[in-house]
């Protein structure tokens, strides 16, 4: 699969969508204690982890491993900065 594909499709997953939307929830509700940046940042590498080990997206193994990790991360940080440009826009409006 060509990286350009894989980053659309883990763009549009709608799991992976959900995932980082809740991690910034969980965010939002703990950043009195643990901050934003640490939990944001190891939530997008852990779920950038989770989902290519976890989903039998090429059962034979020969799938490249680092390349889905690498285009996750990019994934998962750009779904989050649309996630919290729309919260930061919705916190301006109340």
Do not use: H
Request: hydrophobic share 60%.
């Amino acid at each position: 699969m060509e990286t350009v594909e894989l980053l659309a499709s883990q763009l549009i997953d709608p799991f992976r969508i959900g995932m980082i939307f809740f991690l910034l929830v969980t965010a939002l509700r703990t950043r009195a204690a643990t901050g934003m940046v640490v939990p944001l940042g190891l939530g997008v590498v852990f779920i950038a982890i989770l989902l290519p080990l976890t989903t039998a997206r090429d059962a034979s193994g020969t799938g490249d491993m680092a390349m889905a990790v690498a285009a996750g991360i990019a994934a998962n940080a750009l779904i989050l900065s649309v996630c919290l440009a729309a919260w930061t826009a919705w916190k301006k409006t109340r």
